[in-house]
């Protein structure tokens, strides 16, 4: 088979097979009722144990300068021991509700979860009414909790999956538009390979730091950071005729003595 044919074989299936795995983890967020829920079911579970947790650490009186907020921070502080020990006495019956709130949330067929999910968008949190609340007030706040974590992470999946699907096509599209630069694509049809490799490795063995690059914030901009700098390759490639991408290629081809070399395409 000539070489160039080869090529393109293996960079356009690279774009497919890439292309195909993200389009397929995006379309189960639509087409399978829970696919997130039941795949990060761990990763949720903790996220939102987290969340309420600090929400109960983080209870405190009001802050204003209006006299009846004095007085609410001078009872605060007079009464402080007592508060703490009432944290502790919510923190407790939240964990004591813990998995009969959670086998609530997740049966998908009660038609609470709306409920639920319209509390987390209006920022349903605790303050410090809760710390007596009844029963039916802890598993709410655990209910919406968890619904914001699932949410979230449901949104973050979309997006992920989204942003490397059009990584791939672009791949795939510009290899027809430009197939004299079968050796310049390579250069981005690494770099998606690799971090598909990696994610494909944290999905089947480290399915929690999967899911924490994915929604957290920090790491996420460096992944999309990643994907910002494939998209240069291409626009390089396509805009400036690859002389950027051509001089990287020819440094690497130099560093391990080869006698190839590339030209702007």
């Known amino acids: 088979m000539d070489n160039t044919v080869l090529q393109k074989l293996s960079l356009r299936s690279i774009g497919v097979v890439g292309a195909a795995i993200f389009l397929t983890f995006f379309s189960l967020t639509y087409s399978v009722p829970g696919w997130v829920e039941d795949f990060a079911a761990d990763y949720i579970e903790s996220q939102a144990q987290e969340r309420v947790d600090a929400s109960i650490d983080a209870i405190r009186s009001p802050e204003s300068e209006n006299a009846l907020a004095r007085l609410a921070q001078s009872m605060y502080e007079k009464n402080e021991a007592q508060i703490e020990h009432l944290k502790t006495d919510l923190r407790n019956k939240v964990h004591e509700q813990w998995a009969t709130a959670l086998a609530t949330v997740r049966d998908l067929d009660c038609e609470c979860r709306e409920k639920w999910q319209d509390w987390f968008e209006s920022g349903f949190n605790t303050n410090i009414a809760l710390l007596q609340a009844a029963n039916e007030q802890i598993s709410n706040f655990i ?88 998209f240069l390759f291409l626009c390089d490639i396509v805009f400036n005729r690859g002389r950027v991408t051509t001089e990287i290629l020819n440094a690497f081809l130099n560093v391990v003595g080869s006698a190839l070399s590339a030209v702007p395409c």
């Open 143 to 230: 209910h919406s909790s968890y619904m914001g974590v699932a949410t979230e992470l449901k949104r973050d999946i979309r997006i992920f999956t989204a942003s490397n699907a059009a990584a791939f096509i672009l791949l795939l599209l510009v290899s027809f538009l430009k197939p004299q630069a079968m050796m310049h694509l390579f250069l981005p049809g690494v770099l998606l390979a690799v971090s598909t490799l990696i994610c494909s490795y944290f999905y089947i063995f480290e399915q929690n730091w999967l899911l924490t690059i994915i929604h957290s914030s920090y790491l996420g901009f460096v992944y999309l950071a990643w994907l910002g700098v494939v």
